[in-house]
Each structure stands twice: as C-alpha cells, then as structure tokens.
C-alpha cells in the first residue's frame, strides 16, 4: 500500500475519532464546486489498533477473581455491551442480564457472582455494522472461551484450574524427553480415525479423546509399539472447536447404504456418503470457530466441562505411551465471516478481524475461507494468549500452525517469545521445550511480503522454528500435488528406472534428467535441507543447498536442521501408498510396491531434519485414491489398527476433488492384485518400525547442528555419471565432535531401481562395515544380502531396498 495516498484528519476532528467509530464513516473526495467527486468506505483495523494501544496489554476473556467470574471484552465500536448468563447451555430465557463498563482502551468489563460458576453465558453486543448499514444488537459467545456447550451455542463459566477437572496425575504428569528438535519423529493423526471403527474400544468412547486413555485397545497398543520402536510426538489435527462438525452424537447422520457391499471402483459410495457429509461426525477440522476450546464431537458428552477433562486424559494418555502431543491449530481463517456468519469475530467488531482487500474492502480468501488478520494487535494478541492458554490448559508439547505463510515471521516469533516465558514451576509446562512449525507456503494476497515479512520457508530461517519440506516430498513421491496427470514419477515411483506409460513423464532423457534432480533434492533434505551445506551436485559442480533449483525457488533454505519438517505424505493429498498406486506401472508385485513404501519412509527416517509420519503410512494407508479426504467420511478415512485392510478398493472417493482423474483411478481400484492382504501390512509394518529403531538408535541421524552436518554428512556418488535411482550419504564420525561414542561412521544407500547396485565410498576401504544390527537381525531377508567390501570400499545393495550400514 506504499503509493496509496495517505490522509489525516485534523486535529480538532481526530479527538472525536473514538465516536466517530461507533457509526458509519465514508471519505468523501469534494471537488472546487462543492460536488462529492469520489466517496468510499473505511477500513478500521490500522486506527482502532493507533487509538486503543492499551487493550494490547489487558487480560481478556474470563478470569476468577476468588469465587467471582470477571468478563472482559474488546469492542471499540460498540455503543453497549450486555452479558446475559442462562442456566443451561440451549434453550431458555437469560437468568440475569447485566451492563458492562467501558475503559479508555476499549475493553468492556464486569464481575459477576459466584453463583455464576458452571452457568452459560453470552454478549450482547450494539453496534453499527457496515455490511447491514444498521446499528445491530449481536448475541455473540465470548471469542476468548475456554468451555462452551453443543455446538458452540453459549459459553461456558468454568475455572480450568478447577481441581476437579484434573485426572489423576495431572499436577505431576511425566513428559517423554526430549533432548532436541531433531529428535523428534512425529505421527500425524485424527482424533476421530483414531478409534472410531475400533471394536476394542467401549463403543460411547470411539472417536472420542477418551479412546486414548484406554491402554488394552488395539489403538493404543498400537501407538505403544511405535514409541517403542522410536516414534515420539503424536501431532493431532486440528482438535479446537470446530464450526462444521454437528457435536451431539444423536443428531450425527450416517451414510445409508450397505458400503461394503458395493464394487470396489464404484461410485454408489462417495455418492451416499455426499448426502450425509454436511451432517455426520467427520471433518478434518481445518473450520476454526472458537480457538481456546476443545472440540466437543469428540468428548462423550458436548455440554459441560467433559471435554476438558477429557482432553486431558488423551494428553496424559499418550505422554504414558511415550508420545508428546502436539496440536494442529488454524489461525489463519475462521469458518465463515459477516453478520449472517456462525464465527462471531466480526459481530463483535466489524471489518476489524479478517484481512481485506487494500482497494476494495472485500474479503480475502485465498486459504480457503474467511483470512484473519493476525498482523492487527487485538488479532494478534487473541492468537498470543490462545495458545498461551492450551500450552497451560493441556500441557501440550509443540504446535503445528496451518498455513504459517499466512502469518507474519514477526507474529510468528511473538508466539515463540510468549511461550518460552512459561515454566514448570509457574505454569506447569517448559515453554521453551515446546515444539513450533507449520506450512510456510508463499501464496495469497500476503504473497512474496506484500503486506509484511512472511512466515514463509525461506523468511524463517534463523528462527528454529520449523516448516514443511516439499522439496523432498516431491522428489521422493514424483510430481507435485496438482499435476493434470496424476502419474508423474520421481525417485521412489520408479522414475526412469522403472516407467510408466504416461506422456508426462517425457523422453528417456528427460526422465534421467529429472531423476538426477530429485537426487540432489534429496540430498539437500536429508541434511535437513540446510540453505548453506556444500556439496557436488548432478552437474559435478560444487554448489549449495540453496543454488539447487525447485521451481524457480532455492532447494535449501533452512539455517539448523530443525527447520525442517520431512514428510513424503500428509492429510493433505494422496497417501503414499496411494501416490504410488497411481505411479508404479500398474503391474508392480505388491511386495515391491511396499518396498517403495518402505524405501520413501526412510528419506524421512534417515534425515537430519524433523521426521513426519501421516498415520497409518507405516501400514500402507490408503484412502482410495482421495486426493482431498477432508468430508469423506470414516468410509474413505478408515484406520484400521488390525492390519484387516488398508482402505483400498472402498470406491472411488468423492467427485468434489477427484472426478477429473476418474479415468487414471478406475481401473487401478478395480484391479484386486492393488490391494495388500494383511500379511503385505503386517510386514511393510514392521519395517516401518525398523527405520525407527535406527533413527531412535542413533545419534548420527540426527546431529542437531548445521556446522555438524557439514563436517560429518557427504554424498559419495554425485556428478552426470551417478547411478540414477541411488542416494548414498556417508556420515563420517572419526573427526571433529565424537557424536556417536560406539562409531566412527555410517553408510546409507537408497536404491530406488529394480536392480541391485554396487557403490564405491572412499575412505570404506579397509574398514569393516557391516549392516546395522536393527535391520541383520530384522523381518527382510532382502536386505540381510545387502554387503560391504572392504578390498574395495564398495557396497551392494538389492533393487528397492534401504540398506544402512555402521563402521565401530
């Protein structure tokens, strides 16, 4: 907005400016003759944030003063402000209303009386509101509540700190350690898939937090058996209030057909799921409505204070299990926007919340619904003491941020100083031990800095704090997650070694060409993809992580491996196994497809950065080929703990997202040799939990420290004249800091071909290598054929296989 032009108003007018406020303002441009020649509307985030500085540092929302509930609500522009309380949470007249004072700062305020405690409540808000052209009279629940009833209706007079919302154990709750970012392998999981077709679980509790505070369900002993092997933090998704799930279990709509029933590459599925979809108990949750409180579809009971002690008991679930927890939370939109919207932000304060369009004052939407505007103060600061208060609430672990980009680096780095300000003995969680990363995508209106510094890949650098690493992924997979042609190849799709007939793939030479790319992407990912580590590229050239080209961006863009989040899948888009089904030529045997499966996890496993695993990839999860699963239903989103299915062959997935690549899923569901039995899960299982035990087992995987990386990690075969579909990456422990006391080195060779491969690493001569003892004594007779020689300093290796080798 730099060349816009810029106004003040006089002096005398600007003392009246807070009044002017609360009615309808225009600017009004007025020629010599006296004639309007222009007019438009304000916007009023940049002048309420000037005149009402002082709100910044007010405590907002409900706060105890003894046995006394105190309210306090900012809205500037409001003429009045009444809180009515009710006795119960639906239904019924106010029990008492009562006016709340206004301060110099905006914030309005009353204390109420003890006998207020477990009653509802909501605001009634007059205030002129741009869109109507009216003063309105809005009842709206409290944006800073910590408890409501079903379906967000009224909020709720609670004290978290309530003793007896605490299970037992809660004052003294052991956390899993961890010693540093690069220690972590995360898990990404629903709240709901978790248990819901869960038979060992009590049927009130599937899909419910209670279903993690059962230890014998197959789930839980599930999520055991990867702590054990080395998985560490459970990231949930979006668990907050959620604006389209229908919270009362008895209102939930179920899909009316006999779905098992039907051919597996039909469309009867998702189109009897579509007529219930709007109604049922599944979304992803990416619907924000009320940021501080948990979502009450999945506690047993919506009303009351269950959900919070519920969410509790899943915290305190799985630290015993061995995971930390982290949540998913989106503070870059809400769910709807305006007077008619269920989000009540903008009833409150018109115009002042979300992010508008600098000429035409209209809605900005570009990350799927209504964008907040979290680089205005009082936005800003609700985000700030949100997440303040879950770290304090549910001694939650780390925080994934959807859409970061979206966000300013500065907001960003607020919420990293306002949670490092927490201690055990204070608050009772170590903010400084709390994990932070999220999607730092450059898109939208906020694109390339255009209204602030992004929280973008490349802006955080420095910070520590974490995002999403494409690069990798979409070498690894192939393609990217919009392709026309959803059968692009890339290292472990069998991109030039083993092709399929799509013309997307281009030449034999360009194949090669690509390949030989994703190889240095690769590579630059598994040293936590680091802007400055040094190495020989496919050209034979000495370059940096960040000269290595992605899309017209630098591959490499982080400044400490923490910085990077690596994942081959997520919730968003295909599942890996999925992505494979569509790249694979079509008649791969299923025991080198989960090979692959096996092969792409440990790009994820092996690297320097933060490892990311989408629940159920360890089991080849499938969804049926949706690309976009969020309202698919438990149908298309089933997470079965038994190794019984993966989810192939349920249909073809809803028409929304996928019915334009019908014509490439059609024929691969209906084809039964693509869908595993339970033996091809229970193995591709275990091996999954063998790259855990490695990466858990040794340090070298995770060196924590650029300088480190640099010094120790190499990649032996580089230049024009590399083997295309192999990574070996050599990481030298006899110089420099002795980081893994028990060796002096590892070599780890990925081939992706279809053949086996023989790699000579200089400085492996005349020193035994032998296979680490994790995979000699593991479930793949394949990989125990995997040798090294040292006459010749060479490793051999079998077709699609990850074998990692270890010098004492």
């Known amino acids: 907005m730099a060349g816009y032009a810029s106004l003040r108003m006089a002096e005398g007018d600007a003392a009246g400016a807070g009044e002017l406020l609360k009615g309808q303002l225009l600017v009004a441009s007025i020629g010599a003759d006296g004639k309007v020649t222009a007019a438009t509307g304000v916007q009023v985030p940049g002048i309420l944030d000037t005149l009402y500085r002082g709100a910044a540092e007010r405590e907002l929302g409900l706060a105890w003063k003894g046995n006394r509930p105190e309210l306090s609500l900012w809205a500037p522009t409001a003429r009045s402000v009444t809180v009515h309380t009710y006795a119960s949470g639906s239904g019924g007249g106010p029990v008492s209303s009562r006016p709340m004072e206004p301060s110099r700062d905006g914030v309005w305020s009353v204390t109420g009386d003890k006998d207020w405690k477990g009653a509802y409540y909501l605001y009634e808000v007059e205030v002129f509101v741009p869109e109507t052209g009216k003063v309105e009279r809005n009842l709206v629940t409290d944006p800073y509540s910590v408890g409501l009833s079903a379906n967000s209706e009224r909020s709720l007079f609670v004290d978290v700190e309530d003793k007896s919302l605490a299970p037992d154990g809660w004052k003294k709750l052991q956390k899993p350690a961890l010693n540093k970012p690069e220690d972590l392998s995360l898990y990404e999981l629903h709240v709901r898939d978790f248990s819901i077709t869960d038979s060992s679980v009590p049927e009130t509790h599937r899909g419910t937090y209670k279903a993690f505070a059962d230890p014998d369900s197959d789930g839980m002993r599930r999520i055991r058996e990867l702590t054990a092997a080395g998985m560490n ?6 668990v ?24 597996a590459d039909s469309e009867e599925q998702q189109a009897c799921i579509a007529e219930t979809a709007a109604r049922d108990g599944f979304n992803w949750g990416y619907d924000p409505l009320h940021y501080t409180t948990p979502e009450g579809s999945y506690a047993t009971s919506p009303d009351g204070t269950a959900r919070i002690t519920e969410f509790r008991e899943m915290v305190a679930g799985l630290n015993a299990a061995g995971a930390r927890v982290i949540q998913d939370v989106v503070y870059n939109h809400t769910s709807s926007a305006g007077q008619s919207g269920s989000n009540n932000l903008d009833r409150i304060i018109p115009g002042y919340y979300h992010r508008l369009n600098a000429a035409t004052g209209s809605l900005e939407t570009s990350t799927c619904c209504a964008n907040t505007a979290t680089e205005n103060t009082m936005m800003g600061k609700l985000m700030i003491d949100s997440l303040v208060t879950l770290a304090k609430t549910y001694k939650l672990d780390g925080f994934r941020f959807d859409l970061m980009g979206h966000h300013s680096k500065q907001n960003m780095l607020d919420v990293r100083a306002a949670l490092d300000e927490l201690t055990l003995a204070k608050d009772g969680v170590d ?39 494409d690069r990798l992924r ?12 959803p059968r692009v190849q890339g290292f472990a799709s069998g991109l030039f070694t083993d092709p399929n007939s799509s013309p997307a793939n281009g030449t034999p030479e360009q194949q090669k060409a690509r390949l030989l790319l994703a190889q240095d992407l690769i590579k630059v990912g598994l ?36 910085e990077a989040v690596t994942y081959v899948e997520a919730h968003d888009n ?10 694979l030529p079509q008649d791969t045997p299923m025991a080198e497809r989960t090979r692959m499966q096996t092969l792409a996890l440990s790009t994820t496993a092996f690297s320097q950065g933060i490892s990311f695993w989408h629940a159920g990839g360890e089991s080849l999860r499938s969804k049926s080929l949706d690309r976009n699963s969020y309202d698919s239903g438990d149908w298309f989103n089933i997470l079965d703990h038994t190794d019984g299915t993966n989810g192939f062959g349920r249909g073809l997935p809803p028409k929304a997202d996928n019915e334009d690549k019908y014509q490439y899923l059609r024929p691969l569901l209906a084809d039964p040799a693509l869908k595993p039995a339970p033996a091809a899960i229970a193995e591709a299982r275990g091996r999954a939990a063998e790259l855990l035990r490695i990466r858990k087992s040794t340090p070298l995987f995770h060196l924590g420290d650029a300088g480190l990386v640099q010094q120790k990690v190499s990649f032996p ?34 081939n992706a071909a279809d053949e086996a491969v023989t790699q000579a690493v200089a400085g492996t001569t005349g020193t035994a290598y032998s296979l680490h003892p994790v995979q000699a004594s593991g479930i793949d007779p394949v990989v125990r054929t995997a040798t090294h020689n040292p006459a010749t300093g060479t490793f051999t290796v079998p077709a699609r296989t990850v074998a990692v080798f270890q010098a004492g």
């Open 574 to 583: 295909e599942t890996l196994f999925d992505a494979l089904a569509l790249k």
């Open 431 to 469: 903010g400084k031990n709390i994990t932070l990363y999220g999607e730092g995508w450059n898109f939208g209106e906020v694109a390339n800095n255009a209204r602030f510094v992004q929280a973008t890949q490349e802006n955080m650098a420095g910070t520590g704090i974490g995002t999403f690493n």
């Open 233 to 238: 933090a459970v990231h949930l998704l979006p």
């Open 527 to 562: 040293t936590g993809n680091l802007k400055d580590y040094s190495f020989v590229d496919r050209t034979g050239a000495t370059v940096r992580g960040s000269d290595v080209p992605y899309n017209g961006a630098p591959a490499g863009y982080t400044s400490d491996p923490q």
């Open 240 to 263: 907050n209030d959620i604006g389209t799930i229908e919270e009362r279990r008895g209102e939930q709509l179920e899909p009316g057909c006999d779905l098992a029933a039907l051919p």
């Open 474 to 485: 979409d070498a690894v997979r192939g393609g990217g997650p919009f392709d026309p042609d």
């Open 717 to 750: 075969a580089a230049g024009p004249d590399q083997a295309p579909g192999v990574v070996v990456m050599h990481i030298n422990d006899s110089g420099g800091p002795d980081v893994d006391k028990d060796l002096s080195g590892l070599v780890v060779v990925f």
